[in-house]
């Protein structure tokens, strides 16, 4: 589906942790992004009160296998449904998206996604460009860059395989499922720095930030600090 048509950006499976450690499994899925009135319900119905105040993440579902790696038990939910939103709001294409992701950059923690959405302006891309030689032709004859006409029948003799493997090379580009990708040198925008109160207030989740969520993203910043 294309982030325009889907009703969620990925799937969370929050489970009652001391339920958990008494033997049952008992969770939830839940749609990101959500927001407090569901949430609220869910964990009401998987135990979670005065008895059992503590949840976790057992599973996710994503579309994109870097966002399963880079999620773990223990994330804040606020923090997922602020990142489901702005998946979700991206103006960018879903094959962007998802080529950046590929790239492996910026993408070490929840922290790091959030920021990537908003700096996708800070590559090139170039979509069915799947190989050196597609790179290349796309350079000498559609970029506008080169006039093959003037050259005759030198033209003939081209190596778009070669050339584009150079520009791959210099560039740190990377070929993706979808296209090609490569930075375009300009420096990212931090828009969140992992305090929660940076998360604007519709994103957030009040009623399960409790002290157990805010411990959570302590470690988050304390592990930043360490990177």
């Known amino acids: 589906k294309s982030m325009d048509t889907r009703d969620c950006a990925f799937e969370v499976y929050i489970t009652n942790l001391g339920k958990y450690n008494e033997g049952q499994l008992i969770g939830e899925w ?11 319900a869910v964990l009401r119905r998987i135990g979670i009160d005065r008895h059992y105040e503590e949840w976790f993440i057992t599973d996710y579902d994503c579309d994109n296998k870097v966002l399963y790696e880079v999620f773990g038990e223990y994330e804040s939910l606020s923090e997922l449904n602020y990142l489901a939103h702005q998946i979700l709001d991206m103006p960018e294409s879903a094959e962007l998206w998802e080529s950046a992701l590929e790239m492996g950059d910026d993408t070490g923690s929840v922290k790091d996604l959030i920021n990537l959405t908003a700096n ?3 590559f090139d891309f170039l979509p069915d460009v799947n190989d050196h ?6 350079w000498i004859e559609e970029s506008g860059c080169y006039d093959t006409g003037a050259m005759g029948n030198l033209s003939n003799y081209i190596d ?15 070929f993706t499922e979808h296209g090609y990708i490569r930075h375009t040198g300009d420096s990212f925008t931090e828009i969140y720095n992992s305090d ?8 957030r989740l009040f009623r ?3 002290q157990q969520e805010k411990s959570f993203m302590q470690k988050d910043k304390l592990k930043d600090m360490e990177r």
């Open 30 to 40: 839940v749609k990101f992004p959500t927001n407090n009135e569901d949430l609220h």
């Open 160 to 174: 778009y395989e070669r050339f584009g493997r150079d520009i791959a090379m210099d560039e740190s580009g990377l």
């Open 208 to 210: 399960i930030e409790s």
């Open 196 to 203: 929660i109160e940076d998360i604007p207030d519709e994103y």
């Open 120 to 122: 996708l302006d800070c």
């Open 133 to 138: 030689e597609d790179l290349g032709y796309y």
